[in-house]
């Protein structure tokens, strides 16, 4: 009986270690491997799902998420002063967070409030939605 214990014994640390190992490392808080890291350049703008006539200049905006959970961008956008318009560019740094189900936070620096955008992937590229805008990015690395 003491040695019928003990392979029970031995069989439930061993089932109960097998489980606990198995467990996902795919969680929503896990920003090494979500696919919104990398160097992202803007494509395409949509208001209410239609497209948006945006210019050269700011199809150069850049936003890059990396894996500590911040990003650093740059916006770009003509400046029609006198004479001919000149390409602007804006730089600005946040953070953001994988809430699971393509819902991501974004808090810009000096903010006090995170937004929550939808991003999902068509096609390898970055989709990001906010209420009626929706903007497209390609990958650059």
Known sequence: MNIMKKVILLTSVCLASLITSCG???????NSQDLIIGKWQLEQIFTNDVSDDISDCEKESIIEYKADGTYVGTDKF???????PTCVEDNYTGTWENKGNNKYDDLSAGENEAVEFTITFPDGKLTRVFEDEKEVFVKTN
């Open 78 to 84: 003509e400046s029609g002063g006198t004479g001919a």
């Open 24 to 30: 996902s490392d795919d969680d929503a808080g896990s």
